[in-house]
């Protein structure tokens, strides 16, 4: 069974550096595109970074600058460096991609169960 699972959550200072990890498992055949989204307390869940499985990466505005989305395919990871962060960063932070299995070779919309990021003022 495919799974997404997230590390590296925790509580950091305002100005801190926290790296997000996201580690694929399973029998996986290939991955495309994959997501960091957050969700603050009260809030929607917002996209916060992108990388294609070429490699191409985009951000929202909020975090253009500050953080860094790359990944490993050859480890089946995905990682998000956050750099001087702000307290409004503050949220559950999910992986989410779009992976096939080796099952049945198509396509599926996979989600992390979140790390907790808290940025304190």
């Known amino acids: 069974q495919v799974q997404l699972v997230e590390s590296g959550g925790g509580l950091v200072q305002a100005g801190g550096s926290l790296r997000l990890s996201c580690e694929a498992s399973?029998?996986?055949?290939?991955?495309?595109?994959m997501n960091w989204y957050r969700q603050a307390p009260g809030k929607q869940r917002e996209l916060v970074a992108v990388?294609?499985?070429?490699?191409?990466?985009d951000y929202a505005d909020s975090v253009k600058g500050r953080f860094t989305i790359s990944r490993d395919n050859a480890k089946k990871m995905v990682y998000l460096q956050m750099n001087s962060l702000k307290p409004e960063d503050t949220g559950v932070y999910y992986c989410n991609g779009f992976l096939a299995p080796y099952s049945d070779y198509r396509e599926y919309d996979y989600w992390g169960q979140g790390t907790q990021v808290t940025v304190s003022s």
């Open positions: 399973g029998s996986i055949f290939s991955i495309n595109t």
């Open positions: 990388i294609t499985s070429g490699g191409s990466t």
